[in-house]
């Protein structure tokens, strides 16, 4: 299974999908996988990704597939 996806027009790996999220860089993030929901703003598809931003902190984030809609565990 490729770990890329396409968000927004983008080829993206866990890692950049991960940044997305964070809009800033991250340690490490483990693999893409389908959230359980779809889109509250555009009805998209939703993946979702782990990640660490620092090396004290775990978020699971999520990602519109189609928009700018972006959640984490934090919000
Ligand atoms: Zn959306």
């Known amino acids: 299974m490729s770990e890329n996806?396409?968000?927004q027009g983008?080829?993206?790996?866990?890692?950049?999908?991960?940044?997305l999220i964070e809009d800033d860089s991250v340690m490490e993030?483990?693999?893409i996988s389908e959230a359980e929901m779809d889109c509250p703003k555009c009805g998209g598809n939703v993946l979702e990704v782990g990640y660490m931003p620092s090396v004290t902190e775990f978020v699971t984030g999520?990602?519109?597939q189609d928009c700018d809609w972006a959640a984490t565990d934090r919000d």
């Open 10 to 19: 983008r080829m993206v790996t866990a890692r950049t999908l991960a940044e």
């Open 5 to 7: 996806r396409v968000v």
């Open 29 to 31: 993030a483990e693999p």
């Open 62 to 64: 999520q990602k519109c």
